[in-house]
């Protein structure tokens, strides 16, 4: 994954738990279905 991405991501799990699933749910259900 790209940096911005991983920052987003630390980012959002700072705010909250869920925020992180709602954000990291959709990149996880593509590479799975993928």
Not at 13 to 26: D, E, H, M, N, R
């Amino acid at each position: 994954m790209s940096a911005e991405v991983v920052d987003s991501l630390f980012c959002v799990s700072v705010t909250g738990k869920a925020g992180i699933l709602i954000s990291v749910a959709p990149y996880l259900w593509i590479l799975g279905y993928k």
